[in-house]
């Protein structure tokens, strides 16, 4: 067999085996694990069905989590499952699939896996990173079908879309016979959920996605989940049946424990608010202030994505901070975006400083080679 495969989802295999190699790691893009202690001194085994008891309680919990129906919804191995599930069930040989950069591979790999006719919309920084309605109208131009498959907040760059926008994404999608796909995960960042811009909640062919993952730092439970917009309810058939070919049902432990989770949202919320308060203003301050860096903190999320000017192989800057400084980034490269770094705040604030700091003693030293 070839042993020259190319990894269509390389940043996963990277973050496997090259990061957090230092201890003073900025590679993350969630929270920190959640404490243990909030799920009491019992944790739940439960080997039963799921489909039993489990399954059932965590979809209605999910489905008040979120505003919409229970039969709208369905849970997942996690939002990555979940973006799988949506491009089984609706991308085709032939369909147009605008997508966009920098970006989550997924939403590269997925379009092009299935056959799919692949247009990328380029995000801006001089932009603020936002999408271009006219340009996703030029984009589905000519197309048979054409969907569009987006983050919100994007990923790497944590550039929100309104609702008013993602309203008008989802009429262009419509009027190329096709549906938005919103990967929401880092929407459950926003405190007010009166301000979550949900798709579906706004129009009804829509398809969100969202998890426990990234806000509240439970990860390993692998829940995530699929709503779907109003008018695409009778295809929650098709998405679990395409659940089914793939691993049937969720695992009940993790479902006992993100029933659990779901009652305890406003308590695994306080590190979100310790972070906006203590994390984020180091990381704002240091994007203001270090010359070479052009970059903002994201309004949800811990992640920002600088440029770094001047220096366009990032891919060998990163190894040059982990091997000469002790600190770990996500180079831009994986994200469509090469002379970028993504950079999470979920360090101690001290910590963060530090790490911070030796980025830019790296910054000075990469570029006197």
Known sequence: MATDYQPLFPYMEFARTEAFRSQLSLTQSGMPAADTALFGSTLPIDFAWAGKEALPEVEEQLARHLGVDRSRVFVTLGASAAMLLAAMALFRPGTRVVSETPSYEP??????????????????????????????????????????????????????????????????AESAGGVLV???????????????????????????????????????????????????????????????????????????????????????????????????????????????????????????????????DTRAFARHLVERHGVDVVPGEFFGRPGHLRLGAGLPPAELAEALARVSAGLASFRRR
């Open 107 to 172: 939403l590269r790999a997925l379009p092009s896996l299935f056959g799919c006719d692949l247009a990328l919309l380029e995000r801006r920084p001089e932009e603020l990173w936002r999408i271009d309605p006219a340009a996703v109208q030029r984009a589905l131009a000519g197309a048979r079908r054409g969907h569009v498959f987006i983050t919100n907040p994007n990923t790497p760059t944590g550039a929100r879309s309104s609702a008013a926008e993602i309203v008008e994404l989802a009429r262009l």
């Open 182 to 312: 919103s990967c929401e995960v880092y929407m459950e960042y926003e405190l007010d959920a009166a301000k979550r811009a949900l798709a579906c909640r706004l129009a009804p062919n829509t398809v969100s996605i969202g998890s426990l993952t990234k806000a509240y730092g439970l990860g390993a439970l692998r829940v995530g989940w699929v709503a779907l917009g109003e008018g695409l309810a009778a295809e929650r058939r098709r998405f679990v049946d395409m659940q089914y070919l793939n691993y049937v049902d969720p695992p009940t432990v993790s479902l006992r424990l993100a029933a659990r989770a779901f009652g305890l949202l406003e308590r695994l919320r306080e590190p979100i608010r310790a972070m906006e308060r203590d994390q984020k203003p180091v990381l704002r301050r240091w994007l203001a202030e270090t010359p070479g860096v052009q970059g903002f903190a994201p309004e949800l999320g811990l992640t920002s994505f600088p440029r770094l000017v001047g220096i366009d």
